[in-house]
């Protein structure tokens, strides 16, 4: 790391940075400039070490030359993560397509589109029993019989599911009833959650905080791979920014940075990105072209009459014809669906 | 509510959408344009009938009339909330300075600030003991030790204590031991903990995400005063944006219209928001000259040492004459500390 | 449009409002809500008669239905505009593909790299003349000599040029030297310069500035085709978020939008966007399969020496590999390079 | 200056990375860790240095210590500038109230306006005559008949003016007709404006653009300063974010950082800021408190009639009162108004 005094820093001031920082078994290389002085550590960038630094007097900043995580890094580990999820490879050359309802909203809803989704390609099934919504008086989810559709549809069709697991309490019922346990952007910060999810063990797909940067994602997924579980798959899915054309700004440069700085599969929900069905078709063939591994879509029998969503869920004729579309590029990009 | 259809719906678009909302026993009122045909929509804004809408073809928009928060809203409890908490009113006439270190760090510590927060005239002590950190690599707190040391903390002082709540799990033992139990930024939209929260009717400090809008805010404490629990402070600490010379910037504007919209007690968070020592006292004194009804502000015996938030942590003497200056603020407006 | 009156709007302040909407030969249809009355306004959405009635007593909001830009419209251009640039047709089927360094710096610079640009495939040579920095002691440009350099290049190759313009005084010397004038992000708002570009009846690039939304573009673009100009190519180059990873947050969901709300063509700049070397060619991949007409590419013979820009300038290897790759996905969508 | 060079750097890389920097004339300080290699420079940080390794292979990032504008900040200039418009000092003890219309709509309106502000005890008349405008079809003002209104207003009443240029051309009849010359939030990069600003040392005042970092602000200062022109008066007035309860955000910690960083006078814009009328009595209170040494504020003899901005313009009774209120808020803050 490296620690910049300030210009009114004094020789004592100085003295007992040195001291402190090597008290940690650092080597210290002051650097005496004409109007700052910067010490050079070198060793370990050891997050505490950092941060006990950084409230002392007479220092303007210190930055970091180590990136903060470990075992989410290309760096320590530096082949592509391919993680098996019921029999399907995620992160490999096949790119995964993960479509389904926001929802369960009834047996009849789920197992009508897992049908689709299995014929027109999709690989995963994905719906929500548990919604975590801004407001307290949208429809919140069928709770433990939203699982159990779920479970049904999987046993008729064969695809494994994925959804989103927002209380700490159901991680067993979730290790039970899912392939891939989703956190949703809302809690990609419960460390509480991710804890738990580290524990288990469980394929998990994380998804982006609205305004977490990419090596907030980063670590998140170091607070579960810390526990032993390397079975995560990140997601973007849009960033809080002032445009308000889009509900959020999907940012498909993450998706390159991401795959450039760590192993872990990358893929993306153009749905809850963008917001606005007629964007997605777009959006999810500009993923893929970035380099995504994935694509996790919403799409409904009827949007019209979707109890949560509508307006950003594809119809099945939709679905399919961007199933078209993603094969075609997919193979021009030397990769296949 | 109000429908935009789009220029290119149908007359049995229009029609199907006019007889959806009608089922719900709601009057219609379309506009006929040149270009575009609205539908005004009479009656309750049910946030399930915007939702169920919002998928059907022919729409372009739907834009709710009536706010989406109703418990929270000033419109339908005019007058001040003031809260009681163990003998403090907050949201009155009176301001409330509640201070203390970033993380407890040791008996030694806690009760040496303590001291220092009622010397001073502060009148709530804040401190953590569960501290959720970006990194695992960070400092987290000394989990049921610290809630300990905040506990003789207050006996010897009479000051009461806030302390932050991550784990619904741990519900009963932060009623037992904490007089105010704060919801951090990252949990702002962590329904599972807001709900327990609620459920407890316990006082509750709630911090804005920093992504969340000023409705979101109000929608999470929506989630707790559902549950019967209306002894709610809204603490506003500063949102996401590109400007990296602060942690966050804080938006002073979202504590006067907080105050407009509801009937919330509203607190502000400087340190967190800036996260820069020596920016923190002029950002103190434009909190309360916006409005707010108290501060949360972080100090430190020794910031040099501190374990978490050195940089942002003011020590006693710069909190001292802080606390000088506020006097002096608040008697120029017609309030005191 | 429709206006939407505060709770405690007293009749006649709603009076007052209906009478002055009619005053401008419009016509009112109040609806009188339980909580609220809204009216709707039939006629054409003038902006300066929402801009009128704004500051009206009682009134809450007021919301346009009507787009605010018409010319740069879609609805009243559905067909996409073709323009032509000295023989080269932007817009159209194929693909164009822009690529130069950020400044001109010297004649054997631009020469060499304008003949890998039509070597490459590339259909316009880019090269700042005049750069607008955010530093007054960065380069600025070699002013009027980068003209020339850049026109003696044209001449070798046959390339058209574009450069950037940032004086209206300079306006007839862009015109003679110059086939596409370039509109910086920073001055997407400089209405004096657009005014120029606009009666110059010359070909223009428009970039979208980094805190501009999609409507704010499209309004710029209106500035210039409102005194007759309709070759205007709209440029998507990055935004201003939290993330710093990259330079600025690419939106690539604004190509797709603006593609839908706007005839006119639609270019990417992913080096501005997101400021790193290794993130453009993923990145502009991603721009192509969004439905981009072309891409504004820096690249350089020698990234180690430009004097501007090196960190996300291509060398000429990796700009001719991009090249293929592009060549390939423009067949997979139908296009062609 | 520090060079952090990438892990993958070859001894190669590293020895031309140190021999390009001493061609500058500048020592190197290389420090070999255990990951990486850190190279520490001592010298002047010219711009144009860190500008010229940038491009260089095996370099991940550069780093800057000494800050980007040199005239602008404190460190070269500690004293606080007092800038002296026409006998009205700005940056001293008394904090200085401009007030007035958005645009000038009529003689009789700004001689209305100039009279109460003046009455109230404001210090400085501001009026648009040339109004930079989102849409090409809003009242974009009334050009140089609105100067010589403004000019009969400071006749009458003594009030020096303020008023936003826009086009280099008219920078005489602007320095001949007003007492500071504005330059708006679009134009504050608009550097062909700044330089004809510094060179004719008209006092100015310099908006903070709604995506530029406080460090840009300083810059655009900087390239008037260049030309010899130090009297700048520092104008925020809200950045863009997501929120949308507010037209922009005010960062008020942008007040206290500029107070810090420069020693020129800072002021703030409530009106463009927050856009809403209801908000600025208690955002201009907490800008004071903030350390501002002035105002910029929006005011009309009737809101529901102005041109230009009428939901954020106070009326005069509500300004009258405000200027009550600032004036014992002042008083406890050691200032005057």
Same mark, same amino acid.
């Given at each position: 790391?490296?620690?910049?005094?300030?210009?009114? #820093?004094?020789?004592? /001031?100085?003295?007992?940075?040195?001291r402190?920082?090597?008290?940690?078994?650092?080597?210290?290389?002051?650097?005496?400039?004409? /109007?700052?002085?910067?010490?050079?550590?070198?060793?370990?960038?050891?997050?505490?070490?950092?941060e006990?630094?950084?409230?002392?007097?007479?220092i303007?900043?210190?930055?970091?030359?180590?990136?903060?995580?470990?075992?989410?890094?290309?760096?320590?580990?530096?082949?592509?993560?391919?993680?098996?999820?019921?029999?399907?490879?995620?992160?490999?050359? $096949?790119?995964?397509?993960?479509?389904?309802?926001?929802?369960?909203?009834?047996?009849?809803q789920?197992?009508?589109?897992?049908?689709?989704? $299995?014929?027109?390609?999709?690989c995963?099934?994905?719906?929500?029993?548990?919604?975590?919504?801004?407001?307290?008086? =949208?429809?919140?989810?069928?709770?433990?019989?939203?699982?159990?559709?779920?479970?049904?549809?999987?046993?008729?069709?064969?695809?494994?599911?994925?959804?989103?697991?927002?209380?700490?309490?159901n991680?067993?019922?979730?290790?039970?009833?899912?392939?891939?346990?989703?956190?949703?952007a809302?809690?990609?910060?419960?460390?509480?959650?991710?804890?738990?999810?580290?524990?288990?063990?469980?394929?998990?797909?994380?998804?982006?905080?609205?305004?977490?940067?990419?090596?907030?994602?980063?670590?998140?997924?170091?607070?579960?791979?810390?526990?032993?579980?390397?079975?995560?798959?990140?997601?973007?899915?849009?960033? =809080?920014?002032?445009?308000?054309?889009?509900?959020?700004?999907?940012?498909?440069? #993450?998706?390159?940075?991401?795959?450039?700085?760590?192993?872990?599969p990358?893929?993306?929900?153009?749905?809850? =990105?963008?917001?606005?069905?007629?964007?997605?078709?777009?959006?999810?063939?500009?993923?893929?072209?970035?380099?995504?591994?994935g694509?996790?879509?919403?799409?409904?029998?009827?949007p019209?009459?979707?109890?949560?969503?509508?307006? /950003?869920?594809?119809?099945?004729?939709?679905?399919?014809?961007?199933?078209?579309?993603?094969?075609?590029? #997919?193979?021009a990009?030397?990769?296949?669906?």
């Open positions: 790391m490296i620690v910049v005094m300030s210009q009114e #820093a004094t020789p004592e /001031q100085i003295e007992a940075v040195l402190k920082i090597e008290s940690f078994g650092l080597q210290t290389h002051p650097i005496y400039g004409v /109007q700052k002085t910067v010490i050079g550590v070198i060793g370990d960038d050891k997050t505490k070490v950092v006990t630094m950084a409230g002392y007097s007479g303007e900043q210190i930055i970091p030359i180590l990136k903060p995580y470990k075992f989410a890094s290309r760096e320590t580990h530096p082949q592509n993560t391919v993680i098996d999820v019921s029999g399907i490879a995620i992160g490999g050359d $096949k790119i995964a397509i993960m479509a389904g309802p926001c929802a369960v909203e009834s047996r009849e789920i197992l009508n589109t897992a049908r689709l989704v $299995k014929m027109a390609g999709g995963i099934l994905r719906g929500g029993a548990y919604k975590p919504r801004t407001s307290p008086y =949208s429809f919140q989810g069928l709770g433990e019989e939203g699982l159990k559709y779920l479970a049904e549809a999987r046993e008729e069709t064969g695809l494994p599911v994925i959804t989103e697991l927002t209380d700490p309490r991680i067993d019922l979730f290790c039970e009833y899912t392939d891939i346990i989703q956190v949703g809302r809690n990609m910060q419960n460390f509480v959650l991710l804890t738990e999810i580290g524990r288990s063990g469980h394929p998990a797909l994380l998804k982006r905080g609205p305004s977490s940067k990419i090596e907030d994602l980063l670590l998140a997924a170091e607070y579960i791979i810390k526990e032993g579980n390397l079975n995560i798959i990140l997601c973007e899915r849009g960033i =809080s920014t002032f445009e308000t054309y889009t509900r959020n700004t999907l940012d498909l440069s #993450a998706v390159a940075a991401l795959k450039q700085l760590s192993h872990l990358v893929v993306v929900d153009p749905s809850h =990105s963008v917001g606005v069905a007629n964007l997605i078709p777009a959006m999810s063939m500009a993923s893929i072209a970035a380099g995504a591994d694509l996790l879509v919403e799409i409904h029998p009827n019209n009459a979707a109890l949560c969503d509508g307006p /950003q869920s594809l119809d099945f004729e939709t679905f399919t014809n961007l199933m078209h579309k993603l094969r075609k590029l #997919a193979a990009i030397g990769r296949d669906l």
